[in-house]
T-cell receptor, first 114, second 113 residues
Framework: DGGITQSPKYLFRKEGQNVTLSCEQN?????MYWYRQDPGQGLRLIYY???????QKGDIAEGYSVSREKKESFPLTVTSAQKNPTAFYLC?????????????FGPGTRLTVL | SQKIEQNSEALNIQEGKTATLTCNYT??????LQWYRQDPGRGPVFLLL?????KEKRKERLKVTFDTTLKQSLFHITASQPADSATYLC????????????FGSGTQLTVLP
């Protein structure tokens, strides 16, 4: 089955610790995205990547970092500099170069800072 | 900056009725407007897309309209069922925006049996 996987589903972190969220896709999509979703709010773009070894900041990149060493993988690190990291994190991918940008989402990771 | 508003955070309707959800935006019109469904604790799933030069799009019990004069899209679910209960998100894509989507906060629909 083709799709996007995110792990873990739930993640707990102590304040001051960095944590890395995994995102893998086997859809052969070039573009990948990370969003953050807070209760009652829409998805906010953290980072996106349109091609391997290249990525751009989204609207709320501060306190986060990413890498794109492989087409299939786009891990997100939530650093200790992120002041309010508790949220639901969603990874997505899409075909680059299509007429429109239909995005395919993973199941999400819920991060809680203790 | 672009602002998207989706009508009331929650909408309750009776099974069999038509649910109508609203997505309003400010500033300039997007090239494409998309609708996604999100179930609790899960990622959104794409439902329908409408282009700026289209007035209406249908898919089974779903219908989307797009009025660039009113800067509004309406999303209709006819003959609604309890299984349609979910949060529905609208998302805008602009030409030249590096293919980014801007999402609304969503409307939580509950279809009562």
């Amino acid at each position: 089955d083709g799709g996007i996987t995110q792990s873990p589903k739930y993640l707990f972190r102590k304040e001051g610790q960095n944590v890395t969220l995994s995102c893998e896709q086997n859809l052969n999509h070039d573009a990948m995205y990370w969003y953050r979703q807070d209760p009652g709010q829409g998805l906010r773009l953290i980072y996106y990547s349109q091609i391997v070894n290249d990525f751009q900041k989204g609207d709320i990149a501060e306190g986060y970092s990413v890498s794109r060493e492989k087409k299939e993988s786009f891990p997100l690190t939530v650093t200790s500099a992120q002041k309010n990291p508790t949220a639901f994190y969603l990874c997505a991918s899409s075909i680059e170069g299509g007429l429109w940008n239909e995005q395919f989402f993973g199941p999400g990771t819920r991060l809680t800072v203790l | 900056s672009q602002k998207i508003e989706q009508n009331s955070e929650a909408l309750n309707i009776q099974e069999g009725k038509t649910a109508t959800l609203t997505c309003n935006y400010t500033n300039y019109s997007p090239a494409y407007l998309q609708w996604y469904r999100q179930d609790p604790g899960r990622g959104p799933v794409f439902l329908l897309l409408i282009r700026e030069n289209e007035k209406e799009k249908r898919k089974e019990r779903l219908k989307v309209t797009f009025d660039t004069t009113l800067k509004q899209s309406l999303f209709h679910i006819t003959a609604s069922q309890p299984a349609d209960s979910a949060t529905y998100l609208c998302a805008l894509e602009y030409s030249g925006s590096a293919r980014q989507l801007t999402f609304g906060s969503g409307t939580q629909l509950t279809v009562l049996p």
